[in-house]
């Protein structure tokens, strides 16, 4: 998974994760814990938040 730049730090991604596999430190950071799911991609709502293939 990567974010990118778009990220304003809201949280929506991590109130969504199912792991708990995302922090959020003034931006979004993914933790080991993550498994590329993509939930999070859905609730970003500024599109900061991609799954590579």
């Given at each position: ?40 991609v ?6 900061a ?5």
């Amino acid at each position: 998974m990567k974010i990118n730049d778009n990220c304003v730090g809201c949280g929506q991604c991590a109130s969504f994760c199912k792991k708990g596999a995302i922090e959020v430190k003034g931006k979004a950071l993914a933790t080991d814990a993550c498994v590329d799911c993509g939930v999070c991609v859905l609730y970003c709502p500024v599109k900061a938040i991609e799954v590579l293939a």
